[in-house]
């Protein structure tokens, strides 16, 4: 069993296991996460979204006091990557999903695979509260401890400098489209 995995008690592994199956059985009917087997998904999916533990764990410390749990807000989190995972593994963390009501609210704000950096940062940052993980501030680019098939993983971790502007984010498919810090220009072909 993977390291990670053998960190959960028995019953966060099988919650993990009944989320597995569940998210098998619609992955039938919707492609939520490509053709995998249960072990690719959980290689590939569950024990990559659990190698960001030790990371939101050294880094949440700096973020801002509370005298409550930690708390994260998974963008993106489509098929429940990292975010739900994150949540079983540490179930007194508050967890929550994207939600435009609760700017500057979180010490922590996951993402994986969503877009490129300047719409990660644009889709992201209004939803940390200063001080928070992710941002301005770079922290360090870190390997993640993550052995598996699916290559190398690196977790980007930056603090939050101060409060969301008004008027960010912007509306939905505006960051891609006109993304912050101007356009990178695509080479033609031939």
Not at 121 to 150: K, M, N, T, Y
Request: aromatic fraction near 4%; hydrophobic fraction near 40%.
């Amino acid at each position: 069993m993977n390291p990670l995995l053998q960190q959960l008690d028995s019953g966060q592994r099988a919650q993990l296991d009944a989320y597995l199956d569940i998210l098998l059985e619609w992955n039938q009917n919707m492609n939520l996460t490509g053709p995998c087997t249960r072990e690719e998904a959980l290689q590939r999916h569950v024990v990559d979204s659990l190698a960001l533990l030790p990371i939101i764990e050294a880094h949440a410390p700096l973020s801002p006091p509370s005298s409550g749990p930690l708390t994260l807000m998974d963008v993106g989190s489509g098929a429940g990557f990292p975010g739900l995972v994150l949540a079983i593994a540490r179930p007194t963390w508050r967890a929550a999903g994207r939600d435009p009501a609760l700017r500057d609210a979180f010490q922590v704000v996951t993402a994986r695979a969503v877009a490129e950096m300047r719409v990660l940062a644009e889709l992201c940052l209004p939803f940390l509260a200063p001080g928070g993980l992710l941002g301005a501030q770079l922290i360090g680019v870190e390997d993640v401890a993550c052995a598996g098939q699916q290559g190398r993983r690196t977790a980007l971790t930056v603090r939050k400098l101060g409060p969301t502007p008004t008027g960010y984010p912007r509306a939905v498919g505006r960051p891609a489209k006109r993304p912050l810090g101007g356009y990178i220009k695509k080479p033609k072909a031939g």
